[in-house]
C-alpha cells in the first residue's frame, strides 16, 4: 500500500504514529532549514516538514503537481492553522519517493480563484479536476446519483438499461446517427431519450421502470445545456396517472435536494401553474418563483389612448415596488437591454412619484383615467415604476418575460438560499412551426386530453397534452407525460402533424405493434441529472459538474472530438464525405 491514512484525516490524536502519505505537492516553501509540502489528494492537506538533510536534497527534484509518497510521524504543530482539519499536526518525513514528476510547466494554477479561459482549462481537464471546486462537483454529483438511485429502489422502482445503439425518432433536436458496416446505406441513431424502450417495458408488464440514462441530442451548447450527450434520471410507471407522476417527481425532488443543501426547499405539493397562465404570469414557461415580479396584461387600459405604440397592440405591464427610485440611467439600460437582448422595439416606462405626480417615459400618455386604473386595478401603488411591453401576444409575452427576469437581476429581487419548485402542467399538444404546419410541442407520445374525441373534433392548437415540466429556480429539471397507449389515437396524433398511418407503422413499428397486445395506461418523467447537480453545486454553468465536458462550440479539446477519420474507416461503413 501507498498509504496508511487518506491525507485530511489525520488529527490530534494520531500524535507519534508512523505513517505513509500519498498525493500531490500543492506548495513547497524551502526556508533553508527546513522545506515545508502541503501534499494534497481528494481527501484534504497535509503539511510535510522536512529537515533532514538527505531528504530535502530530493525535494530539489520535486515541482508543484508532482505526486510523491512519505514515510514519516505526526508530531503536534507549534504554530496551529484552524483554517484546515489538520491544521493541529504536521508529518515529519523521514523517507520521501517520488511516485510521478510533473515535469512540465503548469499551464495554470491548480487551485486558485485566477480567471482561466474555460478552453484552456478544458484542453487541460485531468488538472482542472485537481481544482478542489471542479472535484468536490464531480464527488456531489455521485452522491446525488446514488441518493436517486436508492430512492428509486425505495419507491419499487427496477433498474434496466435500454439499447444506445436505436432509431432515429422525432423528439424536437437533431439526431445523432451512426452508419451501419453491416448494413449498407443504414444508420442507428443515438436516442434522443429511452421513449420507446420505456413504453414497451410497460406493454412486457414491468411495473415500475427507471435508469440513470445518457440522451443525445444535436443542439446548440447554452450555459444551462451540455451539447451531445446529457443524464437523466428516466422512469415509468404502468397504471399511472399524471398525479402518481407528480408526486413521484416531489418525493425523488425534495429527498435529494435537502439532502444536499442547507438553503430552504419548498415542500410538496409543488404549485402546479397551466402553461397559458404562466406565460401569462411570468413569459416563459420555466418561471423563477423567487422572483416577485408579475406580468400584468394591461391591455384594455390603453385600449382609448393616444400612444400610437399600443395601438392594436397586446400590452403587457411590469410593476416594480419602490421602482421610481432608480434614476434614469437605470431605465436607459433596461430599455438597451430590451432592444438588444430582448428583442423589443422599446421599452415604455414611467414613475409614480411618491407626490402623487407620474414622471418619465411615457408619463405624458398616462391619463388620471389612466392612472386610477391602474391604481385600484393593477396594484400600482406611489413610488412604484411600470414597464410597459406592447406587440402580438406571443412575442410580448416572450419580451416581458425576459425583461422581468433582468428586473429581478439588476434590481436583486430573487429571494436568497431557496429553491423555488413548480410544475408547470397543460401544455398545448400542437403548436405552428416556423413553416406555419401543425407540428408537436412537446412529446409526440403523450395522451391528449380528451383522447380521441377531442383530436377529432377541436382545433389541434386547442388542444391540451397530459404533459408536465418540473421547474426549480427559473430551470427546468424535469419533464414527462401520460403517455399514448391506444394506437387509434397514435395514428390520429402523427397524422394530425403531417404523418401518415404507414409512417407511424414504419417509423415506430415495435411501439405500434405492440400496442396490439393489451397495452396499459403509462406515464413518466425524467429529471435532468447534470441541471440538478448545477443547481445544488450552486454553479450556473453546467460544464463544471460534468467530469469530461465539451465547449461552447460543442467541441472537446482534450480529446480533440470531432476529428477527421481516414478513408478507410469511411469505406468500412459505405460512406464517401462531399465537403464542398
Not at 499551464?107 to 478552453?119: A, C, G, L, M, S
Not at 435532468?528 to 454553479?539: C, F, H, W
Request: hydrophobic fraction near 40%.
Amino acid at each position: 500500500m501507498y498509504r496508511t491514512h487518506n491525507l485530511g484525516e489525520l488529527n490530534i490524536k494520531n500524535v507519534g504514529e508512523e505513517v505513509e502519505l500519498s498525493g500531490w505537492v500543492q506548495k513547497i516553501r524551502d526556508l533553508g532549514a527546513m522545506t515545508f509540502i502541503d501534499l494534497r489528494d481528494e481527501f484534504g492537506i497535509t503539511q510535510i516538514v522536512i529537515n533532514n538533510e538527505n531528504i530535502k536534497e530530493k525535494t530539489k527534484e520535486i515541482k508543484a503537481e508532482s505526486c510523491i509518497h512519505i514515510n514519516g510521524k505526526v508530531v503536534e504543530r507549534a504554530s496551529k492553522n484552524n483554517k484546515i482539519p489538520t491544521g493541529e499536526i504536521e508529518v515529519v518525513a523521514e523517507k520521501i519517493e517520488i511516485l510521478g514528476v510533473c515535469k512540465n510547466i503548469l499551464p495554470f494554477e491548480i487551485n486558485t480563484d485566477q480567471e482561466v479561459r474555460e478552453d484552456l482549462r478544458l484542453e487541460y481537464r485531468f488538472l482542472d479536476l485537481r481544482n478542489e471546486k471542479i472535484h468536490n462537483n464531480i464527488l456531489l454529483r455521485s452522491k446525488i446519483l446514488k441518493t436517486m438511485r436508492d430512492k428509486m429502489d425505495e419507491l419499487g422502482f427496477t433498474e434496466i438499461q435500454t439499447p444506445i445503439l436505436a432509431n432515429s425518432s422525432p423528439e424536437g433536436a437533431r439526431d445523432f446517427l451512426v452508419p451501419s458496416r453491416l448494413h449498407p446505406g443504414e444508420f442507428y441513431a443515438l436516442p434522443q431519450a429511452p421513449q420507446q424502450f420505456k413504453q414497451l417495458l410497460m406493454v412486457s408488464g414491468f411495473n415500475k421502470y427507471y435508469q440513470v440514462a445518457p440522451c443525445f441530442r444535436d443542439e446548440d451548447p447554452r450555459a444551462d445545456r451540455a451539447p451531445g450527450e446529457f443524464y437523466q434520471l428516466d422512469f415509468e410507471m404502468s397504471f399511472a396517472t399524471q398525479e402518481d407522476v407528480l408526486q413521484t417527481l416531489e418525493e425523488v425532488i425534495t429527498h435529494t435536494f435537502k439532502k444536499f443543501t442547507n438553503y430552504k426547499v419548498d415542500n410538496a405539493p409543488f404549485v402546479r401553474i397551466p402553461y397559458k397562465e404562466a406565460m401569462e404570469k411570468y413569459g416563459i414557461d420555466k418561471p423563477d418563483l423567487r422572483n416577485p415580479l408579475i406580468i400584468q396584461d394591461v391591455t384594455e387600459v390603453f385600449k382609448n389612448s393616444d400612444f400610437n405604440a399600443f395601438k392594436n397592440k397586446t400590452v403587457k405591464a411590469i410593476v416594480v415596488e419602490n421602482g421610481a427610485e432608480q434614476g434614469r440611467k437605470f431605465f436607459d439600460k433596461m430599455t438597451e437591454f430590451a432592444v438588444e437582448e430582448a428583442g423589443a422595439k422599446g421599452l415604455a416606462w414611467t414613475k409614480f412619484e411618491k407626490d402623487g405626480s407620474i414622471q418619465g417615459g411615457i408619463a405624458k400618455f398616462i391619463t388620471k383615467d389612466i392612472q386610477n386604473r391602474l391604481k385600484e386595478e393593477y396594484g400600482v401603488k406611489e413610488n412604484s415604476s411600470i414597464f410597459f411591453i406592447a406587440d402580438e401576444l406571443k412575442t410580448a409575452q416572450k419580451i416581458a418575460g425576459l425583461v422581468r427576469i433582468e428586473l429581478g437581476n439588476r434590481l436583486d429581487l430573487l429571494e436568497k438560499e431557496a429553491y423555488r419548485f413548480c410544475f408547470i402542467v397543460d401544455f398545448p399538444m400542437y403548436e405552428l412551426s416556423d413553416e406555419g404546419t401543425i407540428d408537436f410541442n412537446h412529446n409526440p407520445f403523450s395522451m391528449p386530453q380528451g383522447e380521441l374525441k377531442a383530436l377529432e373534433t377541436m382545433n389541434p392548437l386547442d388542444i391540451l397534452a397530459y404533459q408536465y415540466d418540473a421547474v426549480c429556480n427559473g430551470y427546468e429539471i424535469a419533464s414527462g407525460a401520460v403517455r399514448n397507449h391506444n394506437p387509434e389515437i397514435m395514428v390520429k396524433a402523427f397524422e394530425i402533424a403531417g404523418y401518415t398511418e404507414k409512417d407511424v407503422k414504419e417509423r415506430f413499428g415495435a411501439l405500434y405493434n405492440a400496442f396490439q397486445y393489451g397495452t396499459p395506461p403509462h406515464a413518466g418523467a425524467a429529471p435532468g441529472i447534470d441541471r440538478i447537480v448545477m443547481l445544488i453545486a450552486e454553479t450556473k454553468n453546467i460544464r463544471e459538474v460534468i467530469a469530461f465536458p465539451k465547449n461552447k462550440k460543442a467541441r472537446d479539446v482534450l480529446m480533440n472530438s470531432p476529428s477527421i477519420v481516414t478513408e478507410e474507416q469511411l469505406k468500412d461503413v459505405h460512406i464517401k464525405l462531399d465537403l464542398k
